[in-house]
């Protein structure tokens, strides 16, 4: 059965996917006139309040929330992973993978707000799912956007994730996995069964700590790297575009696995393209759709541009640095090598640097999850969905998951077509919003778009 999952995986994950989905960044960066360079203003805008308008969370705590989803063991693991498969180089086209799908993650936040409904619980509720059914009348996309991603969450976003933080914890402290998967549990089921609320609410204090804590080990890091950081941002920059022999405790790669994993790794990281985030940027206050877009891009900026971009850094020195103890190790072993730079407590920072964000994940993606199930069958999913959610977590915990991850994985990507479609069939859109309240400096203006309710 995994030889049949994993042929899959490359069929969804392969090339065709990576040019649509990079194709896509390119295309809307290029419709939107570059909407890169309001990066600051987004950073601006998204600890700027917006109390008057619709919505159920902050524009910040909707923020909070995508990157708690986003920001994973992929940042760390995976940018490891990328760098023992294709070379320093992959770390480049990574960052520029990252710089171009902020334009795509700017659309599809416009487009959630653009096409939120109102449930009759009074919650608002949007995502690819609504774009499809509403902006190009086309429900039978958006029905198999919600299946899609409603399955997937439970491997990608929950079970694969306590396993993770089970099997860390039990390396590094020594602590039974069915004791801290008791607890994992425990907590989880006390956050979401608020709704996005509380999930919002433990967002906005764990991203900013999470994200703080890693990134002040990476300067650490960095520092003690220091006579090595200089060649090893001109290894990465020189590696993207030519061959680099074996040697200097780095396998050898061409360019074009440079490219390959690169932008893999890059599109895996952000989640730009595949549709998860907008559903959480449809519950913000805001007033009109490009202010939240403009909030929500900056999230690809931290989850790729900076963090990802100093653990490729950080990786790359440490290797650089003592090439022989590091030759050969790939994924978390090169990741965990390279914390070892930290005196004592180097392990510990990477291991509560991945826990949170595993945890994070966990948080996140259960609020995606319940809002597609809540599309498809409405308001009575809420709870068994939650209480499935929380057992999941148990069971993930405990219990090892390849098959479940696989078959998670291929939804993953199942779920990007659908959201691809919308994104490049409403691109119009998405330019004509960020005319009217952007370009035409209006971004104080209240939307005039009519939020409709449904009986869900």
Known sequence: MMDVISK???????????????????????????????????????????????GDVSGFGALATA????????????????????????????????????????????????????????????????????????????????????????????????????????????????ISGIILTIITGLVILGGVKSI???????????????????????FLNGHYVLDALKLIVSSAFTPRAAGGGFIGSTAMLAIRFGIARGLFTNESGLGSAPIVDAAAVTRN????????????????????ALTGLVLVSSVLKDPEGM??????????????????????????????????????????GERCWVYLVGQKAIMPFRIAWTIMVFVGSVVSLDVIWGIADVLNASMAFPNLVSLLGLSGVIAAETKKY???????????????????
């Open 8 to 54: 899959m995986q490359g069929i969804v994950w392969g090339p065709v996917m990576l040019l649509l989905l990079f194709g896509t960044h390119v295309f809307l960066t290029i419709r939107t006139k570059v909407i890169q360079r309001y990066i600051f203003k987004g950073i601006k805008l998204s600890v700027t309040p917006d109390k008057e308008a619709a």
């Open 67 to 178: 990157l708690a989803a986003t920001i994973g063991t992929g940042n760390i693991v995976g940018v490891a992973t990328a760098i023992a498969a294709g070379g320093p180089g992959a770390v480049f086209w990574v960052w520029l993978t990252g710089c171009f799908g902020i334009a795509t993650k700017y659309g599809e936040a416009v487009l959630a707000i653009k096409y939120r409904v109102k449930g009759k619980d009074g919650g608002m509720i949007g995502g690819p799912m609504y774009a499809l059914e509403r902006g190009m009348k086309q429900k039978w996309l958006g029905v198999l956007f919600a299946l899609f991603a409603g399955l997937a969450c439970f491997g990608i976003g929950n079970g694969t994730q306590g396993n993770a933080i089970t099997g860390m914890v039990k390396n590094t402290f020594g602590v039974s996995p069915y």
């Open 200 to 222: 919002a609410k433990v967002c906005e204090k764990l991203v900013p700590f999470m994200a703080g804590f890693y990134i002040l080990g990476c300067i650490i890091i960095l």
């Open 289 to 308: 759709p490009v202010r939240q877009g403009l909030i929500a891009m900056t999230g690809v900026f931290w989850d790729t541009v900076v963090v990802c």
């Open 327 to 368: 030759a050969g190790l790939s994924g978390g072993d090169l990741s965990s090598a390279a914390f070892a730079n930290i005196p004592v407590i180097g392990p510990i920072v990477l291991t509560i640097g991945l826990i949170t964000f595993a945890w994070s994940t966990i948080l996140g993606w259960s609020y995606y």
């Open 438 to 456: 952007l370009f035409d400096d209006n971004m104080d203006a209240w939307s005039d778009d009519e939020i409709p309710t449904v009986d869900k």
